[in-house]
């Protein structure tokens, strides 16, 4: 195993290559007992320094950061959690209705040291008095908590960067396959349909799904699938989940030779692409990473093109946990994940990369995908192509 220093964007080196920092050794491989265990040092004290008694956990994404990688949802969209976690300084509660406590208990939570405690389901008011019975007054929730409750999230833990690369790898496996075997007059929901397929064999949930064909791609920023079928052009966006993780990542296929403008386009927006990922450092303001990126976009000749779309952010558990804007007030912290996508009509970049001391790594790279050497301010970044089919 390579355990020579991380890749740095001026040190020479292969592009995009593991950094030692994100490698983890089998024999030292955190478990989830582990991980938990950091959760629960990094909550309590918080509650401390807060002098609150609890923080109730409602949301889905806060659940699955908790206990490890649980599955707290029914529904795949849900944001509200199946249960609630009352994290206290010196136990952990899982409050939920009886439908959902019997496999809340056997399947996400059973055995890493958390209390059950339910309610009838017809009877929600009851929650309230299962707070009481635990002698929780001074309790917040993690949505009133906001910002500095989220950012508990932000840096990574060692299982947590192992699962995201498992996450990004078979992400990126099953989009390249789906893209490289798009047919000409195949419809927008045939390709989302089988990209659904391979990621769900894969215990991958695809929580986003965008799929367009030809004008579509440079009419929406967001486009749902539709009965619609590729005569020449096609963009594939997914947002796939596994253990609460969130990779983001956009591909786009052309049969024929590109148009020159399309082109022109594409090689633009990979090198904003590269101007984002570049600034995208350990202790960097975003909003200082955003500037650039507009900037970038200026010296392409689209100045406009970034307020006609997001362009993406911190992310983990969440699909965005925040988007980088001009008045973001966030910092890059270290082991942090970002999913940038920078757009000129017709065409898009998106990967989701992990933040290191001293480096980026794509974490949804597609095998054997062609790819461009973006530069800006002489660095230099391998960016995904069009796929000329």
């Known amino acids: 195993?390579?355990?020579?220093?991380?890749?740095?964007?001026?040190?020479?080196?292969?592009?995009?290559?593991?950094?030692?920092?994100?490698?983890?050794?089998?024999?030292?491989?955190?478990?989830?007992?582990?991980?938990?265990?950091?959760?629960?040092?990094?909550?309590?004290?918080?509650?401390?320094?807060?002098?609150?008694?609890?923080?109730?956990?409602?949301?889905?994404?806060?659940?699955?950061?908790?206990?490890?990688?649980?599955?707290?949802?029914?529904?795949?969209?849900?944001?509200?959690?199946?249960?609630?976690?009352?994290?206290?300084?010196?136990?952990?509660?899982?409050?939920?209705?009886?439908?959902?406590?019997?496999?809340?208990?056997?399947?996400?939570?059973?055995?890493?040291?958390?209390?059950?405690?339910?309610?009838?389901?017809?009877?929600?008011?009851?929650?309230?008095?299962?707070?009481?019975?635990?002698?929780?007054k001074n309790v917040a929730t993690d949505v009133e908590l906001g910002d500095a409750f989220r950012q508990l999230r932000y840096g990574l833990?060692?299982?947590?960067?192992?699962?995201?690369?498992?996450?990004?790898?078979?992400?990126?496996?099953?989009?390249?396959?789906?893209?490289?075997?798009?047919?000409?007059?195949?419809?927008?929901?045939?390709?989302?349909?089988?990209?659904?397929?391979?990621?769900?064999?894969?215990?991958?949930?695809?929580?986003v799904l965008l799929v367009a064909a030809d004008d579509r791609v440079e009419k929406f920023r967001h486009p749902i699938p539709t009965s619609r079928k590729v005569g020449r052009y096609a963009m594939v966006v997914v947002c796939a989940r596994r253990g609460g993780l969130i990779v983001s990542v956009t591909r786009l296929v052309h049969f024929g030779n590109l148009p020159p403008d399309l082109r022109r386009r594409h090689d633009s927006v990979v090198r904003v692409d590269a101007a984002f990922i570049a600034h995208t450092r350990p202790g960097a303001k975003v909003r200082t990473v955003f500037e650039k990126a507009v900037a970038a976009y200026r010296a392409e000749g689209f100045e406009d093109e970034w307020q006609l779309h997001h362009q993406g952010g911190g992310t983990g558990y969440e699909?965005?946990?925040?988007?980088?804007?001009?008045?973001?007030?966030?910092?890059?912290?270290?082991?942090?994940?970002?999913?940038?996508?920078?757009?000129?009509?017709?065409t898009k970049s998106e990967d989701t990369i992990l933040v290191g001391p001293e480096g980026f790594k794509v974490l949804s790279e597609t095998p054997d995908w062609p790819m461009i050497e973006a530069t800006f301010e002489g660095q230099t970044i391998a960016r995904p192509d069009i796929l000329i089919r």
């Open 1 to 136: 195993m390579n355990n020579t220093p991380p890749h740095h964007p001026n040190s020479g080196r292969g592009k995009n290559e593991y950094c030692s920092w994100l490698i983890v050794k089998e024999r030292n491989r955190m478990t989830r007992a582990e991980e938990i265990s950091i959760k629960r040092e990094r909550v309590r004290r918080f509650l401390r320094e807060r002098e609150l008694d609890g923080v109730l956990m409602t949301r889905q994404s806060t659940f699955s950061w908790y206990t490890g990688g649980g599955n707290g949802f029914v529904a795949l969209a849900s944001v509200e959690a199946a249960g609630s976690i009352l994290a206290m300084r010196d136990r952990d509660v899982l409050i939920t209705d009886n439908i959902e406590a019997p496999r809340l208990e056997a399947e996400e939570v059973g055995g890493f040291g958390f209390e059950m405690a339910s309610f009838p389901w017809h009877r929600p008011e009851e929650r309230a008095k299962v707070l009481e019975k635990f002698g929780a």
């Open 157 to 207: 833990t060692e299982r947590e960067i192992e699962r995201y690369r498992l996450l990004g790898k078979d992400t990126g496996t099953s989009l390249a396959e789906v893209c490289r075997n798009i047919r000409l007059g195949e419809s927008e929901f045939g390709i989302a349909g089988r990209l659904a397929e391979s990621l769900f064999f894969k215990e991958i949930t695809p929580i």
């Open 319 to 346: 699909p965005r946990d925040f988007k980088g804007a001009p008045d973001c007030s966030e910092i890059v912290q270290a082991h942090q994940a970002y999913a940038w996508n920078p757009s000129i009509a017709g």
